[in-house]
Nanobody
Framework: QVQLVESGGGSVQAGGSLTLSCALS????????MGWFRQAQGKEREGVAA????????HYIDSVKGRFTISQDNAKNTIYLQMNSLKPEDTAMYYC???????????????????RGQGTQVTVST
């Protein structure tokens, strides 16, 4: 059984940092893309970042470029999202996703991802 387990969410003040982790267990083949999407209350889902597991190529949405960094530890089947200079508009539930299509997996939809985690809340206050 494939599982994605996120951790690392929390509450911080604007300008602060958080690091999210996502561990993939179970069948890891054919999940060359891993990524993060978020959904704020009352808003649409938004893909945030993705990493191509094979060579570490990354992709970000414009609003997080220069602030967020996605990385991987292949030995642990784990990806990370280092979030710096957090803003109140980053407040959302953050989900991890995995699938075969880079960078589409970061949307967490069936079009590009096969698996999604349960989410971890990130709250940024002013």
């Amino acid at each position: 059984q494939v599982q994605l387990v996120e951790s690392g969410g929390g509450s911080v003040q604007a300008g602060g940092s958080l690091t999210l982790s996502c561990a993939l267990s179970g069948a890891t083949s054919n999940n060359n893309c891993m990524g993060w999407f978020r959904q704020a209350q009352g808003k649409e889902r938004e893909g945030v970042a993705a990493i191509y597991v094979g060579d570490g190529t990354t992709h970000y949405i414009d609003s997080v470029k220069g602030r967020f960094t996605i990385s991987q530890d292949n030995a642990k089947n784990t990806i990370y999202l280092q979030m710096n200079s957090l803003k109140p508009e980053d407040t959302a539930m953050y989900y991890c996703a995995a699938g075969p299509i880079f960078p589409l997996c970061m949307m967490g939809t069936s079009a590009g991802s096969r698996y999604r985690g349960q989410g971890t809340q990130v709250t940024v206050s002013t």
